[in-house]
């Protein structure tokens, strides 16, 4: 009897961490979440505390208003005894047939251009034709392993790094998208993990060593992307697309990363290079 009530007040620990940490995260205070959900700022304090449990849907609600990512949701849920309701569809599950046929006709449609589909630490897994030719334009994209993660390709000295002309300015850019892009808009341990990885690589500013891409004020609302290839620099720019109205962990996870070329002379340097390889 005694271990099951230490466990139980261990759970309940860990959901009065959970929502306190997100309130921190939000920059909520108690009364501005009461206000939000309808929940007493009484009951509220009670849940951080450990004093109480909400009910089921009083946490969605919470944690709704928190715009807490489907993946930790389930951890609130975990923590208040209830079971997970969020699904973590493998990508090759029949479940998930119709996302991932929207996203090749998604991918068929921007060619000749290069687009990705990637997870929430850029690893691809969906890409069309043209990304691969394009970056075997420079590199041999198939000798590196799977899963290629966009971010290592452009920082690593082995890979796109030495072709990008803008390095300052797309650095910054990617360093800071981050933060900017990352689900919830707060990194976890492996987000935080590969921001550490990148920027032990050679070349990357001091000054993003040394503060949080966060706090930096973002330049554009897009990548800039300028590449050399056979003494003719070719420009792009770089956009997301997320899945505006998730159902499952996997779709609110997934980005599409499509490239434009910025103006004209690229656009036909860049067909007349897809066409070559093709």
Request: overall charge neutral.
């Given at each position: 009897?005694?271990?099951?009530?230490?466990?139980?007040?261990?759970?309940?620990?860990?959901?009065?961490?959970?929502?306190?940490?997100?309130?921190?995260?939000?920059?909520?205070s108690?009364?501005?979440?009461?206000?939000?959900?309808?929940?007493?700022?009484?009951?509220?304090?009670?849940?951080?505390?450990?004093?109480?449990?909400?009910?089921?849907?009083?946490?969605?609600?919470?944690?709704?208003?928190?715009?807490?990512?489907?993946?930790?949701?389930?951890?609130?849920?975990?923590?208040?005894?209830?079971?997970?309701i969020?699904?973590?569809?493998?990508?090759?599950?029949?479940?998930?047939?119709?996302?991932?046929?929207?996203?090749?006709?998604?991918?068929?449609?921007?060619q000749?251009?290069?687009?990705?589909?990637?997870?929430?630490?850029?690893?691809?897994?969906?890409?069309?034709?043209?990304?691969?030719?394009?970056?075997?334009?420079?590199?041999d994209?198939?000798?590196?392993p799977?899963?290629?993660?966009?971010?290592?390709?452009?920082f690593?000295?082995?890979?796109?790094?030495?072709?990008v002309?803008?390095?300052?300015?797309?650095?910054?850019?990617?360093?800071?998208?981050?933060?900017?892009?990352?689900?919830?808009?707060t990194?976890?341990?492996?987000?935080?993990?590969l921001?550490?990885?990148?920027?032990?690589?050679?070349?990357?500013?001091?000054?993003?060593?040394?503060?949080?891409?966060?706090?930096?004020?973002?330049?554009?609302?897009?990548?800039?992307?300028?590449?050399?290839?056979?003494?003719?620099?070719?420009?792009?720019?770089?956009?997301?697309?997320?899945?505006?109205?998730?159902?499952?962990?996997?779709?609110?996870?997934?980005?599409?990363?499509?490239?434009?070329?910025a103006?004209?002379?690229?656009?036909?340097?860049?067909?007349r290079?897809?066409?070559?390889?093709?």
């Open positions: 009897m005694s271990t099951l009530k230490n466990s139980r007040d261990s759970s309940h620990d860990e959901l009065g961490r959970l929502l306190r940490h997100w309130r921190d995260i939000r920059r909520k108690q009364m501005e979440l009461s206000l939000d959900t309808g929940v007493s700022q009484r009951h509220l304090s009670f849940i951080e505390s450990g004093r109480s449990v909400p009910s089921r849907q009083t946490l969605l609600n919470i944690t709704q208003a928190l715009d807490v990512p489907f993946r930790e949701r389930n951890g609130f849920l975990i923590a208040a005894g209830f079971a997970p969020y699904k973590e569809d493998a990508w090759n599950a029949e479940e998930m047939r119709s996302v991932t046929r929207a996203l090749e006709r998604i991918l068929l449609h921007h000749p251009f290069p687009a990705l589909v990637m997870d929430r630490y850029w690893n691809v897994f969906m890409r069309n034709t043209s990304a691969l030719r394009f970056f075997n334009a420079f590199i994209l198939e000798a590196r799977e899963p290629r993660n966009m971010l290592h390709l452009m690593d000295p082995t890979a796109m790094r030495p072709f002309m803008n390095w300052e300015e797309t650095s910054k850019a990617l360093i800071q998208r981050i933060y900017r892009e990352s689900v919830g808009h990194l976890d341990e492996r987000a935080r993990e921001l550490t990885s990148l920027l032990a690589y050679p070349d990357v500013a001091p000054t993003l060593r040394t503060i949080e891409a966060y706090e930096c004020e973002p330049t554009l609302p897009m990548v800039p992307l300028s590449f050399q290839k056979d003494g003719q620099v070719l420009r792009y720019f770089s956009m997301v697309t997320t899945v505006g109205t998730p159902q499952t962990i996997s779709t609110q996870e997934l980005r599409i990363e499509s490239m434009f070329p103006d004209e002379a690229t656009e036909d340097a860049h067909r290079l897809i066409d070559r390889l093709g």
